[in-house]
């Protein structure tokens, strides 16, 4: 029997029914009938065997409340439909009927006899102990029947009087058994919750105190206790409660960061925050840490976090194309990699600038070593300088309490790429001038000096030598970043790899759609002022509005707006006027596609055309012509 919840019953009626939900339910908790001082014995013998909610109704329900049982109590509401039934009952007996109860057994009882307009005497006594007394009166006064509890159906036995235990709608029972189980897994799950914070906070290396706003605790966790404990065992938690930042702390709900007290052999750092609800400040939670703890525990996430946060993952073999323009800046980045001098890339927007510095760092002997990357033109000034060379605590507003290293920090044995270079302020440049020529940084609101060993590599696609012209970019940085100089091709002196960009984008995408030829050539003849980024949007587009999983000439007309009364006729032409010098180049690549495929398919035309996009016709046309 699960004895988490009583039911303790006011009449027979309540038992049965309760007993049939029970049933119903397939739930087994104990009922049993009781009350007046039956009534507090039996709850607390429950609660003493592990009952947390009780279940019962009109006085029994007043009885518990007094008495404070220590368990849940859940109350089965007495209703209209309760009175209707119970006097339709009385009423079979006599008209002389009275009805006997407690406080809210008496007002729903006086609704009743309001709304139906009955006839009938109500009694309200003021207690369990007084219904005997009552019901002997009402023989005196000629009342055959009376309407109540168990009790008064014992008295009106006891003075020979026909008696109607209140009835109980099987309705409220549900509910009320609802809410019990609802209000026991709610206090389940609170229990759980405590718990796991508890041993949470019992297994965290920061020892955790949490004051009321008078300063008193309420809660300290076993690190703790250890790391405040004084040498005649008790909690030296005065000099705490004493520090003006915690006062302030619980009156003003300011933080505190590293505050440092000394307690015995232990230099303690403090940290607190106001334990708040809503905008009421209710305590404050102090966090307490060794400071040599907290310095083994930097130089350990130093030295093992710093390369997984910053890495390159993009290699050569990652840069899609194999024109000749390509291959040989390819080549060239190759060897420059192998050096340890200052790279300057340069290129239009969308070439590939950031894919190229990292393809220099993993093939460099630094490859093992962070990278770290940042654009100097998406950050505001003060922000940025900030970024790059780092800040000490209370630099300014705003900064973080312990301070912050600055990119060249972070990429110490590694990589700096400086992306948007050319959009540096004058005072940043000539700081970033003393960091590659004396190889060391200084933070912000610092006065130590922190040698550093990186490679910079820095990448504009402006033109740094009309600045020095215009006096925006120093000549003395320009010719230290640029010892190796490195420009990307621009799409349109590549536009043979084209084809292979398409694909590769498709594939990344959607491996499923094809491309026809005849909107290939369209793609390969429009100018791409934003190279390869805008290739690759593009791509994305025309894969969006796709609806049959191929992509052909219309629909990149479509989606790009291309103006043309015949636009089938314009395609065909590309393929066939062999006088235009593209379209011999066009014509070439076609054919090598098409040999291409038929190799992979051993040469069955229905899947080579199927793969290709075409009819079977047109490629047995196309291979007539070849």
């Known amino acids: 029997m699960d004895k988490n919840i009583l039911i303790l019953s006011s009449s027979t009626d309540f038992t049965t029914k309760f007993r049939n939900l029970l049933k119903k339910r397939e739930l087994d908790y104990p009922i049993i009938e009781a009350t007046g001082e039956k009534t507090i014995e039996v709850a607390r013998e429950y609660v003493a065997q592990g009952t ?10 007043e009885i518990l409340r007094s008495n404070l049982i220590n368990a849940v109590l859940v109350d089965v509401r007495y209703t209209y439909e309760d009175m209707y039934f119970s006097f339709k009952k009385a009423k079979k007996y006599s008209n002389k009927i009275a009805c006997i109860g407690l406080n809210l057994a008496f007002d729903v009882a006086t609704k009743f006899k309001n709304i139906s307009g009955e006839d009938f005497l109500l009694i309200n006594p003021e207690s369990v102990n007084h219904i005997d007394t009552r019901v002997k009166k009402l023989t005196e006064e000629g009342i055959e029947v009376v309407i109540g509890g168990i ?3 014992r008295a009106a036995k006891k003075y020979n009087l026909k008696s109607v235990m ?4 099987e309705t409220s029972l549900e509910i009320a058994l609802n809410e019990a189980i609802s209000i026991l897994n709610f206090k389940l799950e609170q229990l759980k919750n405590f718990e796991t914070i508890k041993q949470i906070l019992n297994t965290t290396a920061d020892g955790i105190v949490a004051f009321d706003k008078t300063l008193e605790i309420m809660y300290i966790n076993n690190r703790a206790k250890k790391l405040i404990t004084d040498k005649s065992n008790t909690f030296a938690v005065d000099h705490i409660k004493n520090l003006p930042k915690i006062r302030d702390t619980i009156e003003y709900g300011t933080e505190t960061y590293s505050e440092l007290i000394e307690n015995g052999d232990n230099s303690l750092v403090l940290s607190s925050r106001p334990l708040k609800v809503g905008n009421i400040i209710f305590g404050a939670v102090v966090s307490i840490q060794k400071t040599i703890h907290i310095q083994t525990t930097e130089k350990e996430i130093r030295k093992k976090l710093k390369p997984k946060g910053h890495i390159a993952k993009k290699y050569f073999h990652d840069i899609i194309g194999k024109s000749y323009t390509l291959s040989k800046t390819i080549e060239k980045a190759k060897r420059f990699a192998k050096s340890d001098s200052t ?8 070439t590939g600038k950031e894919i190229f510095a990292q393809s220099i760092h993993n093939y460099s002997e630094r490859r093992d070593e962070p990278f770290v990357a940042i654009n100097c033109a998406a950050l505001p000034i003060s922000i940025l300088e900030s970024e790059l060379f780092g800040y000490v605590r209370g630099a300014f507003t705003g900064a973080r309490p312990e301070g912050k290293a600055g990119i060249f920090e972070l990429a110490h044995n590694g990589t700096v790429f400086l992306d948007e270079i050319g959009e540096l302020s004058q005072d940043i440049q000539v700081k970033l001038l003393r960091v590659i020529q004396e190889r060391e940084v200084i933070r912000i609101g610092d006065d130590k000096v922190i040698p550093v060993d990186v ?8 033109n740094l030598l009309e600045g020095i012209k ?19 091709p621009a799409l349109e002196e590549r536009k043979e790899d084209i084809p292979e960009l398409v694909k590769h984008f498709i594939l990344m995408t959607a491996p499923d759609i094809k491309i026809t030829l005849e909107a290939q050539y369209l793609l390969n003849n429009l100018s791409y002022e934003g190279n390869i980024r805008q290739l690759n949007n593009i791509i994305e587009r025309l894969i969006v509005m796709c609806e049959n999983n191929v992509i052909d000439e219309q629909l990149v007309a479509d989606v790009l707006g291309l103006k043309s009364n015949n636009l089938e006729n314009k395609a065909l032409l590309l393929l066939h006027e062999e006088k235009n ?6 014509l070439k690549m076609e054919y090598q596609l098409i040999k291409e495929t038929l190799g992979r398919f ?3 035309k229905t899947k080579a055309a199927k793969e290709l996009g075409i009819s079977y016709t047109t490629l047995w046309r196309k291979l007539k012509n070849m």
């Open 151 to 153: 009790t008064v159906a």
């Open 455 to 462: 490679r910079i590599i820095s990448a504009t696609n402006k």
């Open 166 to 169: 209140i009835e109980v709608d």
């Open 343 to 350: 790279i300057l890339i340069t290129g239009q927007s969308g």
């Open 602 to 604: 051993n040469g069955n």
């Open 52 to 61: 947390r909610a009780i279940i019962t109704r009109g006085g029994n329900l």
């Open 470 to 488: 215009k006096n925006t970019f120093r000549e003395d940085l320009y010719y230290r970043l640029c010892v190796l100089d490195l420009e990307l």
């Open 581 to 586: 010098e593209n379209t011999n180049v066009i």
